[in-house]
Every structure is written in C-alpha cells, then in structure tokens.
C-alpha cells in the first residue's frame, strides 16, 4: 500500500480537501465574458466587410448584450474577490506574466469600447434618441467619424477576451486540468459559439439567421475537434493529466461533460443546424439555447473540475 | 542570499509541534494552518515503512504564485522568501489555485496567507518558529549562499529530494532522506 496522510489535521477553508476557492461567479464570468467576445466580434467582422445592412441585427442590436453581460460579469468576479475594498489594486500595476492583469486591462478596454458602441447604435431602439448636451454630441461625431478604428479595436479585444477566459485557466500549471494550451482556442470557440447562437435567437431575418447558423455549425465543429484534441493531449501526457482526463473518462464528471455540454450543448444543436440547412424547420430558439447552456455548463464544468485535478506526491 | 529550510524524514516523529508553534508565533487564524505534517506510508505489514515530513510553503525559486499575481502582493522578498502584502492583495485566489503545494490559504480578513519563513525573525538573527521549537531538532534553515550555515552543511552530508520539482516550481524546501 501507498497512503499518504497529512496527520496535523489541516483543515484550511476552501483549500482542503480538495480545493474549492473559485465558485460559481467565475464560471459565470467565464461565461458571459465569452459571450460579450462572440457578440462583439461578429459585429465588428461584419461591420468591417461593410454587410452593416445585411446583417442588422448582428451588427446593430445583438452588441447591446455585450456590455450588459461583461457588467454583470465583472459584477460576478468583484463578488468573488475577498479583499474586495483593495479591487483597484488591480489598476495599479500591468503585469504581463499575470493573465489577470492584462485580462482586467483587457476588460476595461472592451467594456468601454462595446458601451461606445451601443451609444453609437441607441437611435436602433430609441430612434428619437437626443444626446441633449453639446459635448455629448461631439463625442457621438467624433466616434462616428472613426467608428472603423473603434470596429477594428473591438475586432481585437473580443479575440483577446475570448482567449483570455481559457489562458486565465491554462496558466495554472498546479492544476493539470487547465494546464493545456488547447483551452484558449476552445473557450474562444466557446465564446464565439454562444455569440452566433444570440444572434440566431435575436435575429428576425431569415438570411441573417441562415448564415449564422452556417457559422454556428462551423464553430460547434472546432469546438468538438479540439475538445478530442485536448483528451488526445491529456492521454498522451503525465500521469498527473491522465488522471485529470480520468475525471471525464469514467470518473465525477463523465456524465454532465459528455451529456451536458457535448452532447446538449455542441452534437444536437449542431444535429438540428443541420437539419435546418437540410430544409426541415427547426423553431430557432432550440439550438440556440442549447449552444448557450452547453457553453456555461462548459465553464462550470471546467472551473470545478480542474480545482479537483491535482499533483500528487 | 538564498534562505532555505531542510527536515529530516527519519528524525521527525510528526509531534506537530512545529504547526503549534507557527500558529501561535504568527497569530494564525483559528481552523487554519500554515505548516503541516504529512505521514507516508509504504509496503503491505509488517514490512511497513514511514516518511514524516514537516511540509510549508515551498519559497520557489520560480514561485508560480508570484507570477500569477495580477496586483504584485504576492512578491519575492529579500533571500527568495515569497510573501504577500495584504494592503496589495485582492484575495482573488489566483496564486491560491496556481499553487501545486496547497500551500496558501484565504485569511478570514480577506487577503492570502502563507508561511513567510518567520522573516520576522530572521531579519533579528533568529530562526523560524517552526525549527527553533522542534524536540527532534530535525529541521535546518539558514543561507544556502553560505557554504557554513546548518542547511548548506546538512545538504552537503545527506542525501535529499524535494516535492514535485517536475512542477518546474525550483522547490526551496529539502527532505532529508
């Protein structure tokens, strides 16, 4: 027999037995910060192609999500903080070597940008909107003038939010769960997904929904490949990320990852975008839904499971 | 200067009295700990074998803990001791979860705590609470720059591992084995 025992009874909150320091706003976090990149970035892509009309939903009243989720979102990670009166400590220092530093420099600049951006589209939902005060005004000309800096701006922050929701993760090299570089690219999809499945459920235009549905179907596709991809690396690597694999291969958390978020969240929303391409009608609001409980469940998923895997010696 | 602390798995018979001691000379929280025993134990009766190790922060060399702190409160102070300033310290948990040891815990007040090699008296000459009480005298600390202090002396004697240094952590904590 091996059995090791720590024998001074140590017992520290949320560290033992098995870590449990990040709860439920992280993932939730994770989540609509994903969301708000998925949403943006499409917004600022089809703006930028100049299909602005086409795709009115997409770039004009979908992007109002955006702000209101990372809101809530940054809501989620303050509530979570322990020290919450030092949060601005955040803002002191940029540290390139801390995802959440550049992260929480990145938030502030998509969450401004995407708030511009809703200012810029009010007149969508208020049409007799007034900004009332000159400068006001100045400001909404002045970002007119150089909305397609602001689009490109936003092009690259929802790629580098997307990506940082996973990299925050896969930077922790102690839980061998998070630690694989797969994880920036599949949360981005992740993000990019459930961004495609909103505007599919906001959309009343049936060519803006066809092609995000097309795009959907796409994204679900890369999603699955790298989540294989990811278990292929896991099984490929040390003991420590074969036994972080085991959690989803027969282990805790087999069911609610492969039934929860692959099969309910990526293989039959991507079955029934499908069918819908094929010509059979599928009510819109099934896969989109789907898409957006697969990519949370994804989250919670991950943030819970990887705080079990551990070192172990 | 480079602080560094060894224990001796064969002299240790896992009294906890170097838990005691920490949580007493550090005025730990009551329910947590800074330092802790581990008990292994190897092969099927009556062919039994035991390794006790007194186990706390590891001080890394490449303390992950220090790079994944978004605000710099988890910071590396004089002779590779890693520390936190609570005044700095957020309590978003990120060097609690980048930690392979387990090592920080979440202070009841809100900031990250952990063990700080009692730098406090260190910084007087003395030794850390922890060596100075154990009844076995089975720890060392002292300057592994210094080729005369107890723990570069030891570690020249005996052999030694360290925990997961496949972690890349650079461990500062050696196991006397």
Same mark, same amino acid.
């Given at each position: ?73 940054? =809501? ?27 992260? =929480? ?13 809703? &200012? ?24 007119? /003038? ?57 959309? /009343? ?38 036994? &972080? ?24 929303? &991507? ?43 | *200067?480079?602080?560094? *602390? ?18 007493? $000379? ?16 190897? +092969? ?10 007194? $186990?706390?922060?590891?001080?890394? +060399? ?9 605000? +710099? ?6 002779? +590779? ?97």
């Amino acid at each position: 027999m091996n059995e090791e025992l720590i024998i001074s009874g140590r017992e520290n909150l949320m560290v033992d037995p098995h870590l449990h320091i990040w709860h439920w706003p992280i993932p939730l976090y994770l989540f609509l910060g994903g969301l708000a990149a998925g949403i943006l970035f499409f917004a600022a892509l089809f703006y930028l192609m100049g299909r602005e009309n086409e795709y009115r939903t997409a770039v004009r009243r979908i992007p109002f999500i955006a702000p209101i989720a990372l809101i809530v979102g940054l =809501a989620a990670l303050f509530f979570d903080l322990r020290h919450k009166a030092f949060f601005w400590q955040l803002y002191t220092a940029i540290r390139l070597e801390s995802p959440m530093s550049w992260g =929480a420099w990145t938030l502030l600049v998509i969450t401004t940008a995407s708030v511009i951006w809703c &200012a810029l589209h009010i007149r969508e939902f208020f049409p007799e909107w007034d900004w009332k005060y000159r400068w006001l005004i100045d400001l909404e000309t002045f970002f007119n /003038k150089y909305k397609k800096v602001l689009a490109w701006v936003i092009l690259i922050y929802a790629v580098i939010t997307g990506i940082y929701t996973g990299i925050l993760l896969s930077a922790f090299n102690a839980r061998p769960l998070w630690n694989t570089s797969v994880l920036g690219p599949l949360f981005l999809a992740s993000g990019l997904s459930a961004g495609a499945a909103s505007i599919v459920l906001g959309s /009343k235009d049936k060519k803006e929904r066809l092609t995000f549905t097309k795009i959907d179907l796409i994204i679900l596709g890369v999603e699955l490949f790298l989540i294989i991809h990811m278990f292929m690396g896991f099984l490929a690597s040390t003991r420590v990320q074969i036994e &972080a694999a085991e959690l989803f291969l027969g282990g805790g958390y087999t069911m609610v990852f492969w039934i929860f978020v692959v099969f309910l969240g990526i293989i039959l929303p &991507a079955a029934l975008d499908l069918m819908e391409l094929r010509g059979y009608h599928i009510p819109a609001v099934i896969p989109g839904v789907l898409v957006l409980f697969g990519s949370l469940m994804f989250r919670f998923v991950f943030v819970f499971a990887g705080q079990i895997s551990r070192w172990l010696y | *200067m480079r602080y560094a *602390m060894a224990v001796d798995t064969k002299k240790c018979v896992g009294c906890s009295d170097c838990v005691v001691a920490c949580q007493t $000379e550090n005025d730990v929280p009551i329910g947590y700990c800074r330092d802790w025993v581990v008990e292994v134990v190897d +092969g099927t009766y009556p062919r039994l074998e035991i390794e006790l190790r007194s $186990e706390r922060c590891n001080h890394c +060399g490449n303390a992950p803990c220090v790079r994944c702190c978004p605000t +710099g409160a988890s910071h590396i102070a004089e002779g +590779g001791i890693v520390l936190v300033e609570p005044n700095k310290c957020i309590g978003c948990g990120a060097c609690i979860a980048s930690c392979p040891y387990d090592a920080r815990y979440p202070h009841p007040k809100g900031y990250v705590d952990k063990c700080t090699f009692c730098i406090h008296r260190v910084r007087e000459g003395m030794k850390p609470a922890c060596v100075a009480v154990c009844p076995t005298k089975c720890m060392y600390f002292g300057d592994l720059d210094d080729p005369n202090s107890d723990v570069s002396v030891i570690l020249k004697k005996r052999k030694h591992k360290t925990l997961i240094p496949e972690a890349g952590t650079r461990p500062e904590l050696y196991f006397l084995i």
